[in-house]
């Protein structure tokens, strides 16, 4: 038997097991959601689902809520990524420092991460009511009128983007400071010796090293905030009207509200391929850095 | 080998086998026995279905299995169990909202014939418009499981102390609002956010306006919706800004637990009042019916409660919901804190009105048309575009002409999509 055949039978044979899992899991859902968008399946509708070929998207594309929603989502994204990130990283450097107490300040850092998206979306409902809410309440300290938080588009994506952050900068954190552990010491001795400065270190030697994570972080965030969905339902459901609708929530209520099974999974694959460029820049960025 | 005797006497006995079963089907003179699976939805109603299961199960026999599905998945987790025939349930709570499509889709078994045999259950003690409310193209496939028009609630104490009665049409209820406003209360509340459809379509019907014609063409855009949609947007401005993202719920939990004069909400959330959790103005609620626009109308909502037609034991479903919602429990049913369900003897019982006064508002006189929730499959979909253009003119970002106008053509290819 050639030398190739020995080394590779083996593990196909173990990975059968993760293959059939992800199988079961995940392609069989997914290219069933491909075929399902191709009908025209209504939960209200007992009749035959028909072949209605490209309809569903042809729908999708010509409706004003797509491209409304896919901005919003966007807005979103762009906003909450450049709050979180530089937030992440600049707590990932002070705890990198190992400077005193920076366990208990690190343990109280995660905490966020740690409560369930529901209950945090329904506590800051609570805390961002314009009549009885606590945060309405602290601004009447320094003269500021009740804010309709919730009720406005502008003010409604802040506060969704405000709770996002609170609960997902912990995350960025831990993913930086693993990835400035990883650095080695000895770069840092060097360029001290060299007598280069803390911006010229941070610059030439800490972003470009940690730069395969943060393009990690950023994907992970890109998929988080198009499926981004408790926190939103529960701090606005949406509203006011669609103004906080986001693209994933507006599939949500195609296919669980207006029961459009098949309008809901050409919406999910729209946001399948708006997602694949992302995943593919970086593989391609990981490939580079290797 | 079979010979023509045995052949005749296997299709003689088949033959009466066969008549011996359509006799037993669907009648109610068979003993229903064996076990059901009841499906419920968390609310108060809910809740006093299950105080019940204890005596039935020791008074029949039959054996209860209760699931609990919140509101959100309620009706997609019943539509999909109806599609696959799967028989999982026996007995369904359901919101008057789906009753089209689950009549569209055959889902549920006509109760008609049950009705008419049964004395325990008496028809007759509803009014008509209680009769009709679970009937779909005449047949009735769910019993009204809770009755609750929408009202007013008013604050005993402030309107006692400003001279205030209960308004009768509109102009007066904005003036009472406007009046408790300007004594530092909050003036009124209504539900602006989420659910703010719920309010308009009422504003609409009352102005006169429809939401669509016979003929299913839109007519939001009509003079009357657009005084009932800046009708609304005026009632905004008597109304504690909280009231701008409401939904029924908080504008419920804000009425009563805050310093306001006035709400417009459904009659069911009368537990609450006397939840005393919920409500701090304790004795100082009133109830009185709806002011009246152009057209005196009563925006009828509540539950309704059915058998599948794929129901494995229809005879003890039936026999569990004569048992609950019969004419012997009825007093039951309701003391055990479930939504009032407008039964005659109910409503126009002298007891049961000293201790809950809003009972009277239940008896819905016949010159107010009653209205549902539209009834068409497409409702869902109708809704939220209605939010999102009623949304934009409470904002200010659009005024209602506009929106309006808007809303109509949307609407358009929506009811287009209505099955004929």
Redesign the interface.
């Known amino acids: 038997m050639p030398k190739r055949m020995k080394l590779t039978r083996p593990i196909g044979q173990f990975t059968v097991g993760a293959w059939v899992l992800l199988a079961v899991t995940v392609l069989i859902p997914i290219f069933y959601g491909i075929y399902i968008s191709f009908l025209d399946i209504k939960l209200s509708s007992f009749l035959p689902p028909q072949f209605v070929g490209f309809d569903n998207y042809v729908a999708a594309f010509k409706a004003p809520e797509t491209w409304a929603t896919l901005k919003i989502t966007l807005i979103m994204m762009v906003v909450g990524m450049l709050v979180q990130i530089p937030l992440g990283m600049a707590l990932a450097l002070v705890l990198h420092r190992n400077l005193k107490g920076s366990k208990i300040f690190s343990s109280i850092l995660i905490t966020p991460m740690l409560l369930t998206p529901v209950a945090v979306g329904l506590t800051f409902r609570f805390m961002f009511d314009t009549d009885l809410g606590i945060i309405n309440w602290v601004l009447g300290f320094v003269g500021v009128e009740n804010i309709n938080w919730l009720g406005q588009q502008s003010t409604g994506i802040f506060a969704i983007i405000l709770v996002d952050s609170w609960q997902s900068v912990p995350f960025v954190m831990l993913l930086l400071v693993a990835a400035l552990g990883s650095i080695s010491p000895q770069l840092y001795e060097a360029a001290s010796i060299d007598g280069a400065t803390a911006r010229q270190t941070f610059l030439k030697i800490t972003l470009p090293l940690i730069t395969p994570t943060l393009l990690v972080v950023v994907m992970i965030k890109i998929m988080d905030f198009l499926k981004l969905f408790d926190t939103l339902f529960m701090l606005t459901r949406g509203g006011p009207g669609n103004e906080t609708t986001t693209l994933g929530l507006w599939t949500y209520k195609t296919g669980f509200v207006f029961l459009e099974f098949s309008r809901a999974a050409a919406l999910g694959v729209l946001i399948m391929i708006i997602t694949a460029p992302v995943y593919f820049l970086w593989r391609r960025s990981t490939k580079e850095n290797k | 080998m079979l010979n023509s005797k045995t052949i005749r006497r296997f299709a003689g006995l088949a033959s009466v086998s066969l008549l011996l079963a359509a006799c037993s089907s669907g009648g109610t003179d068979t003993e229903a026995s064996g076990e059901i699976n009841v499906f419920l939805i968390p609310s108060p109603s809910s809740t006093s279905i299950q105080s019940f299961i204890p005596d039935f199960e020791k008074e029949t026999g039959i054996k209860v299995n209760v699931s609990e599905t919140p509101y ?2 309620a009706h ?1 987790k019943q ?2 169990s ?2 696959q025939k799967a028989g999982a349930y026996d007995v369904a709570q359901f919101d008057n909202t789906y009753l089209m ?1 689950f009549c ?4 549920m078994l006509p109760l008609d014939g049950y009705l008419a045999d049964s004395s325990e259950y008496d028809i007759a003690d509803f009014g008509q418009s209680q009769q009709d409310y679970g009937k779909c193209n005449g047949e009735t496939l769910g019993l009204t499981l809770s009755t609750e028009p929408m009202i007013q609630w008013y604050r005993t104490d402030i309107y006692e102390k400003l001279g205030l009665k209960p308004a009768t049409t509109w102009d007066e209820y904005f003036n009472n609002a406007k009046k408790v406003q300007a004594d530092g209360h909050g003036g009124q509340i209504i539900g ?3 659910n703010v459809s719920w309010w308009w379509m009422t504003m609409v019907w009352s102005f006169g306006g429809k939401l669509y014609d016979d003929a299913l063409n839109p007519t939001v855009n009509s003079k009357e919706a657009i005084a009932a949609t800046d009708f609304l947007k005026k009632l905004m401005t008597v109304s ?3 009231a ?2 409401a ?1 029924s719920d908080e504008v419920t939990s ?1 009425f009563l637990g ?1 310093d306001i004069g006035a709400m417009i909400n459904y009659s069911g959330y009368y537990g609450s009042v006397l939840d005393k959790t919920i409500n701090k103005n304790e004795g100082k609620i009133g109830t009185a019916p709806m002011p009246v626009g152009a057209v005196d109308i009563t925006h009828l909502a509540g539950w309704n409660i059915g058998v599948p037609k794929d129901a494995k034991n229809p005879d003890a479903a039936w026999k569990f919901l004569e048992y609950v919602l019969g004419k012997t429990n009825a007093k039951k049913y309701l003391e055990s804190g479930a939504a009032a369900i407008g039964r005659r003897s109910i409503t126009t019982d002298a007891d049961l009105l000293a201790k809950f006064p809003y009972l009277a508002q239940l008896e819905i006189p016949s010159s107010s048309r009653i209205e549902r929730y539209p009834q068409i ?2 409702w ?2 109708f809704e ?1 575009a209605a ?6 003119v ?2 200010g970002k659009s005024d209602s002409t506009k929106a309006l106008n808007a809303l109509n053509e949307k609407l358009k290819p929506i009811l287009a999509k209505e ?1 004929k």
Do not use: M, R, S, W
Request: aromatic share 6%; no cysteine.
């Open positions: 959100g998945e997609q539509l999909l109806y599609q499509p569209q889709a055959q889902a602006f956010g989420p504690p800004k909280g701008a993202t939904n804000k805050e499959a497409v869902p979909e939220v939010i999102d253009a009623v949304t934009q409470l904002n099955p």
